[in-house]
């Protein structure tokens, strides 16, 4: 089993900038696919970008292509989410999951692939 603990979300405006980490504990990081989800207040939780073990291969959803950036250091147990020019309509709670997926280039992008969550940090940009 991984624990994973998400931070780095705030209240940010329009255009900025923010950058979110997880961190995961309990197992060996490497083996874990990884990805970014968002759940706006009303909306169902949509995938936003994911990361092969290695990070060698990355999706995004078109909504963030361009403007986020997901990546991760196996060294630190930790994945990151660089996301930049942002838009009111990012805000949500920003959510980190894992699947157990070692060696793998597989990269998850529905919400039934990922077996472990983060709880959540919170994004909101202003108008």
């Known amino acids: 089993q991984v624990q994973l603990v998400e931070s780095g979300g705030g209240l940010v405006q329009a255009g900025g900038s923010l950058r979110l980490s997880c961190a995961a504990s309990?197992?060996?990081?490497?083996?874990?696919?990884m990805g970014w989800f968002r759940q706006a207040p009303g909306k169902e939780r949509e995938f936003v970008t994911g990361?092969?073990?290695?990070?060698?291969?990355?999706v995004y959803a078109d909504s963030v292509k361009g403007r986020f950036t997901i990546s991760r250091d196996n060294a630190k147990n930790t994945m990151y989410l660089q996301m930049n020019s942002l838009k009111p309509e990012d805000t949500a709670t920003y959510y980190c999951?894992?699947?157990?997926?070692?060696?793998?280039?597989?990269?998850?992008?529905?919400?039934?692939?990922?077996?472990?969550w983060g709880r959540g940090t919170q994004v909101t940009v202003s108008s």
């Open positions: 999951a894992a699947d157990y997926k070692p060696g793998a280039r597989i990269i998850l992008t529905t919400l039934r692939s990922y077996t472990y």
């Open positions: 309990g197992r060996t990081f490497s083996n874990y696919a």
């Open positions: 990361i092969n073990w290695s990070g060698t291969s990355t």
